[in-house]
């Protein structure tokens, strides 16, 4: 069975400053792994995935994520915040479980990133 | 090109009704899959459909139903509805049945029960 464990439930950073977002999986099967943002009141928006192939995978609005298959993590990282950043982000894993998948994802709890001026 | 829409974006309902939620694909979409989130909460699998059929199903009661149309558009029923249903109720949708891609995500349907 496959599980997310976001560890952080709220990352507060001033702009300009690096962004950490942190993700730890569990997963029997090769994994495919994603970010997702979701700003207040609207739907959710992929912002990078990986899918076995280069295990640093850059994403939309100068985010990237590394995959480390040692210490099952996916951690989001960004170098500089900027206040339009201010959104909840969500680590999703989905399991090729032996070539077939019913088309599951599952989500972490969510990081509710801040951005102060 | 329109992406995934959903309708109603806001409902109010009382507890024992029954509510139906739309769902239209992007365009050559074969995959329609349905998200509960609760509000604090990260997204909880409820239905995949691919090609009409159902392919998966998540940890939901049988209250909760799907079907999918032959334009692929999608509709979730949810009958004898509860307080803790209220949520918002997310469509996603792709090419393929893997989920392994990621999908396309509608902006949602936010159920309240009262």
């Known amino acids: 069975a496959q599980s997310v464990t976001q560890l952080d439930s709220h990352v507060s950073v001033s702009e300009g400053t690096p962004v950490l977002l942190r993700c730890n999986y569990s997963?029997?099967?090769?994994?495919?792994l994603f970010w997702y943002v979701q700003h207040p009141n609207k739907g959710l928006q992929l912002l990078l995935k990986y899918t076995s192939a280069a295990t640093l995978v850059k994403g939309i609005n100068g985010f990237e994520a590394e995959f480390k298959k040692s210490e099952t993590s996916f951690h989001l990282t960004k170098p500089s915040a900027h206040m339009s950043d201010a959104a909840e982000y969500f680590c999703v894993v989905s399991e090729d479980a032996g070539g077939t998948s019913y088309g599951k994802l599952t989500f972490g709890q969510g990081t509710i990133l801040t951005v102060h001026p | 090109d329109a992406g995934v829409t959903q309708s109603p974006t806001h409902l109010i309902k009382t507890r024992g009704q029954q509510v139906t939620l739309r769902c239209s694909p992007i365009s050559g979409h074969k995959s329609v899959s349905w998200y509960q989130q609760v509000l604090g909460q990260g997204p909880q699998f409820i239905f995949q459909?691919?090609?009409?059929?159902?392919?998966g199903r998540g940890n939901f009661p049988d209250r909760f139903s799907a079907r999918q149309f032959p334009n692929y558009s999608s509709e979730l029923n949810v009958n004898a509805l509860l307080l803790g249903d209220s949520a918002l109720y997310l469509c996603a949708s792709s090419i393929v049945r893997s989920a392994n891609y990621g999908y396309t995500f509608g902006s949602g349907t936010r159920l309240t029960v009262v």
């Open positions: 459909y691919y090609e009409k059929e159902e392919r």
């Open positions: 997963s029997s099967y090769s994994p495919s």
